[in-house]
């Protein structure tokens, strides 16, 4: 079975502080990709990175970087000298193996809230 | 126009009316979704269609009766609904891919609300 854990319900930071959001996958799959979305309160789901899992490096984008380490079958997201428009939901999800239009499996999110 | 575009972005109907959500991608993708995403509750996957086929269902009232006449459009039929369906219904599309995975494009949306 699948599933995502994203233990971290809420998190509250003050602007320019760094937050790390952490996520925990279970697959037993092989060959699986992950994803970070972003929830703004407009409710649209915006997709932020995808990593397959052959690929450990860690990426970074501006003030946003991400860390896979598949041997605690983690991906966590590091979001660096906050802004207040990075208050959102985050959602980590995890799609298994290939087989097709594969549903994504999402976590609950995370809602970071990022004070001025 | 922007990938995926949801209409109406706000809803609001009572339990025996008859209402439909609307769900269009312009990103040339051959599947699209409908999730349903409740207050405190994690998102939920309803629909799967994968070349205008129902590939997925994941054991929804049948008062949600979706419909994809196209690769591009699709559509979510409500009938005498609960209020406890009020919720933000979100649609999305992907391109299966073996090489690039499955990544889903959201749209913005349906608030919708039963009285």
């Known amino acids: 079975a699948q599933k995502v854990t994203q233990a971290q319900t809420e998190i509250s930071v003050v602007e320019k502080e760094d937050v790390t959001l952490d996520c925990v996958y279970e697959?037993?799959?092989?060959?699986?990709?992950l994803f970070w979305y972003k929830q703004p309160p407009s409710g649209e789901l915006v997709f932020l990175i995808r990593?397959?899992?052959?690929?450990?490096q860690n990426e970074i984008s501006g003030r946003y970087s991400w860390n896979f380490q598949k041997s605690t079958s983690s991906f966590n997201f590091t979001i660096t000298a906050s802004q207040v428009v990075d208050s959102a939901v985050y959602f980590c999800?995890?799609?298994?193996?290939?087989?097709?239009?594969?549903?994504?499996?999402f976590g609950k999110g995370t809602r970071l809230s990022v004070i001025a | 126009e922007t990938g995926v575009t949801q209409t109406p972005r706000h809803l609001v109907m009572g339990m025996t009316n008859k209402k439909s959500l609307k769900c269009e991608q312009h990103?040339?993708?051959?599947?699209m979704y409908w999730y349903k995403q409740s207050a405190k509750k994690p998102l939920e996957l309803m629909f799967v269609?994968?070349?205008?086929?129902?590939?997925e269902n994941n054991s929804v009232p049948s008062r949600f009766s979706p419909e994809c006449p196209n690769s591009s459009h699709l559509f979510l039929h409500l009938h005498t609904l609960q209020p406890e369906d009020s919720a933000l219904y979100l649609c999305?599309?992907?391109?299966?891919?073996?090489?690039?995975?499955?990544?889903?494009?959201f749209g913005p949306g349906t608030r919708l609300t039963v009285l």
């Open positions: 990593r397959n899992s052959f690929d450990e």
């Open positions: 990103l040339g993708h051959n599947a």
């Open positions: 697959t037993r799959d092989t060959t699986y990709y």
């Open positions: 999305a599309s992907s391109q299966a891919d073996r090489d690039r995975g499955d990544t889903q494009y």
């Open positions: 269609y994968n070349f205008k086929e129902q590939t």
């Open positions: 999800a995890l799609s298994p193996s290939f087989s097709g239009n594969t549903p994504l499996v």
